[in-house]
């Protein structure tokens, strides 16, 4: 017969098609059902490393905004010393950093932990190290950690002068102060064109129009000079402008000394994590 409806062994057992069939259907259940658990597990152990390695890329970018806060130790001693009054009169008593802030001249390695990634462009005569560029990155199984925060992007000291002249734009923070015994004589304010400005110095607001023609300013009531805490620091910012333009401050002193400065602005840093190996 060309079809049969039973097939026989040599050891006489009998076998129907539908036998056979009804097999084959529970094995492919079994298989399908097995496969499917199994992929479900390996994808919770997958999500649950993925989470791991998240937590632990997050902890690690913590670890380095923390590490590279500002100042590292990477700083001349006198500079230092004049953060530090910078830290305790307008920050935090506590501790050795000003904290949100970052440090691109720091001296402490990253390794192969991570990657900081910025793009500003930093002026320092009083770090002891070379100064770091910013660089682009494959982002590819990467986590990326971004924060807003104050970088110093002018690190400055003036031996032996009377007087500086910086410009100082909206956001940004400007610090100052004499390391010898030398008193203000006044701070002239100028800017390329017609402004209104509101400055913050030492925390008092100044409202005040300028032009590209210097005037002299009030801020003398407000200003700190040297006196037996050397390193005596001030801060000026602006708190709104009419245009966006910098402002220019000619800050003279009676006597020469060394003149420190420190300028803040802040920016987004990335701290960029590899997620797996």
């Known amino acids: 017969m ?34 499917a658990i199994t992929h479900n597990i390996l994808t919770i152990h997958e999500e649950k490393r993925d989470i791991e390695a998240f937590e632990k890329s997050n902890l690690i970018a913590n670890k380095l905004f923390e590490d590279h806060e500002f100042p590292s130790n990477s700083y001349i001693p ?4 004049f953060i530090n009054r910078v830290r305790e009169r307008y920050y935090t008593s506590s501790g050795n950093t000003i904290p949100g802030t970052f440090d691109p ?13 910025y793009n500003l462009t ?26 807003n925060l104050l970088i110093p992007v002018k690190t400055w000291n003036y031996p032996s002068t009377y007087g500086i ?3 100082i734009s909206k956001g940004e923070i400007l610090y100052f102060g004499t390391k010898g015994s030398s008193k203000l004589n ?4 100028s800017a390329p064109q017609s402004v209104d400005v509101v400055l913050s110095v030492n925390g008092v607001p100044f ?19 040297h ?19 910098p402002v220019t401050l000619n800050i003279i002193y009676s006597n020469i000394s060394t003149i420190y400065v420190l300028k803040l602005r802040p920016a987004n840093i990335s701290s960029i994590i590899n997620l797996k190996d």
């Open 78 to 81: 006198d500079y230092l010393k």
């Open 2 to 35: 060309l079809i049969l409806s039973k097939l026989k062994s040599k050891k006489g057992y009998i076998f129907t098609f539908n036998a056979i069939i009804s097999v084959m259907i529970i094995l492919m259940i079994f298989y399908v059902g097995y496969f």
């Open 165 to 167: 002249n910086e410009n």
């Open 207 to 225: 409202s005040m129009h300028v032009n590209n023609t210097p005037k002299i300013s009030e801020f003398g009531k407000v200003i700190n000079t």
């Open 105 to 117: 001249l720091s001296i402490r390695g990253i390794g192969n932990e991570g990657i900081i990634r």
């Open 186 to 189: 006044y701070i002239n304010i």
């Open 122 to 147: 930093i002026h320092s005569n009083v770090n002891n190290t070379n100064i770091i560029g910013s660089m682009s990155y494959n982002f590819s199984n990467k986590y990326v950690k971004t924060k």
């Open 227 to 245: 006196s037996s805490e050397i390193y005596q620091p001030n801060e000026i910012k602006i708190l709104s402008i009419s245009n966006d333009i």
